[in-house]
Nanobody
Framework: QVQMVESGGGLVQPGGSLRLSCVAS????????MAWYRQAPGKQRELVAG???????RYVDSVKGRFTISRDNAKNTAWLQMNSLTVEDTAVYYC???????????????????WGPGTQVTVSS
């Protein structure tokens, strides 16, 4: 059984930085696509960033230039470096993944069968 576990959330002031981590644990697990999603109160869950096993990335427009997704395939770990945070970035952040490898970066949340419980990120002064 594969579990995704996020860490690194917390409270940060506007303009600050946080680094989220996600580890996929399980015997013999090999994760293809990995992604970070977020859901703010009263809003729909949205894709923040995705990364293929080959390192191709995709970002939502609102975080481009501020957030960076990366991964270590050998460790089944992904990170989300978040800089220049704003109050609009406040949300629960979820790590998601799939054992599958997709032909493009247009991967939907319903394509991902592995989800972590989420970690709260609060940006406030």
């Amino acid at each position: 059984q594969v579990q995704m576990v996020e860490s690194g959330g917390g409270l940060v002031q506007p303009g600050g930085s946080l680094r989220l981590s996600c580890v996929a644990s399980g015997s013999g697990v090999s994760i293809g696509h990995m992604a970070w999603y977020r859901q703010a109160p009263g809003k729909q869950r949205e894709l923040v960033a995705g990364i293929s096993s080959g390192g191709t990335t995709r970002y939502v427009d609102s975080v481009k230039g501020r957030f960076t997704i990366s991964r270590d395939n050998a460790k089944n770990t992904a990170w989300l470096q978040m800089n220049s945070l704003t109050v609009e970035d406040t949300a629960v952040y979820y790590c998601a993944g799939s054992r599958r490898r997709f032909p493009s970066m247009r991967v939907r949340d319903i394509d991902l069968e592995l989800w972590g419980p989420g970690t709260q990120v609060t940006v406030s002064s």
